[in-house]
């Protein structure tokens, strides 16, 4: 898929989920939530695929443990990674393989939903340290 298909695959997505997002530098980005946690998510198309980068609202005060336990994370991940960020936020980076048009609006849909996922089931252990 081209990458614009790909983005309008993502806007049509967002918008039938009632989803407020804006565009910049070709950057899609909303806001997700699961009870009383929030986080950031931005999307960006690659060729054939979707990248998908969701960062947690708080920055760690020990990097040393964060990168630790971003490494255990990633090693229970079936995909994607936990990583810190350069200005020392935790960013969770996946991945929607979009070769193909059928069956991509779904694999956007299931990639979004295992990234917020992610997100919400490491965010106690992430948020204590």
Same mark, same amino acid.
């Given at each position: 898929?081209?990458?614009?298909?790909?983005?309008?695959?993502?806007?049509?997505?967002?918008?039938?989920?009632?989803?407020?997002?804006?565009?910049?530098?070709?950057?899609?980005?909303?806001?997700?939530?699961?009870?009383?946690?929030?986080?950031?998510?931005?999307?960006?198309?690659?060729?054939?695929?979707?990248?998908?980068?969701?960062?947690? *609202?708080?920055? *760690?005060?020990?990097?040393?443990?964060?990168?630790?336990?971003?490494?255990?994370?990633?090693?229970?991940?079936?995909?994607?990674?936990?990583? *810190?960020?350069?200005?020392?936020?935790?960013?969770?980076?996946?991945?929607?393989?979009?070769?193909?048009?059928?069956?991509?609006?779904?694999?956007?849909?299931?990639?979004?939903?295992?990234?917020?996922?992610?997100?919400?089931?490491?965010?106690?252990?992430?948020?204590?340290?």
């Amino acid at each position: 898929m081209k990458e614009e298909d790909v983005m309008h695959l993502v806007k049509a997505l967002l918008e039938r989920e009632g989803a407020s997002w804006t565009e910049e530098d070709g950057w899609l980005r909303f806001r997700l939530q699961h009870g009383a946690m929030l986080w950031e998510t931005a999307c960006r198309a690659a060729p054939g695929a979707l990248l998908v980068y969701a960062r947690y *609202p708080f920055h *760690p005060a020990d990097a040393a443990k964060a990168l630790r336990l971003c490494g255990e994370i990633n090693s229970r991940l079936v995909r994607g990674a936990m990583f *810190p960020a350069e200005d020392g936020g935790l960013v969770y980076r996946c991945r929607a393989e979009l070769d193909d048009v059928f069956g991509a609006e779904e694999r956007l849909s299931e990639t979004l939903a295992y990234s917020a996922q992610v997100m919400a089931h490491f965010w106690g252990r992430l948020s204590g340290l």
